[in-house]
């Protein structure tokens, strides 16, 4: 065996080791309780649960979820934009990069003011 496979076995065992080192610790050196009836009913910000848990959701909660994800990762577009902004600023190019992304910001300006205007994002409706 070489010494890679020794690495991995031992990155094994302290990855088995530590899950079941925790489990055990907060068993025997965690408070004992006994169980309640309050303890298998689902926690309801302290109050009882009225209504069942696979109640139908509003599409509006979608709908701002899939937007949420859309402007985020058009969000995440920006971090590598502006590395290759600053890489592209020494040779020259800087100005193009520099307005193809102004571009970019403008669609999604554009594409923010029609979901606003639409009343995608009024929970009141």
């Known amino acids: 065996m070489g ?19 925790i489990l055990a610790a907060s068993h025997f050196l965690g408070p004992s309780r006994r169980k309640r009836v309050t303890d298998l ?11 069942n848990a696979r109640g139908r959701f509003s599409i509006k909660f979608y709908l701002v979820a899939m937007l949420f994800i859309i402007f985020d990762i058009e969000a995440v577009f920006l971090f590598p934009w502006a590395v290759e902004l600053k890489n592209q600023a020494t040779s020259g190019a800087g100005l193009f990069v ?3 992304m102004m571009v970019f910001i403008g669609i999604l300006i554009v594409a923010f003011a029609y979901v606003w205007g639409r009343g995608a994002l009024d929970w009141d409706r």
């Open 98 to 100: 520099f307005f193809e």
């Open 41 to 51: 009913t689902p926690y309801e910000c302290g109050s009882k649960p009225f209504t």
């Open 3 to 21: 010494q890679t496979a020794y690495s991995l076995l031992v990155l094994l065992a302290v990855a088995v080791a530590t899950p079941v080192g």
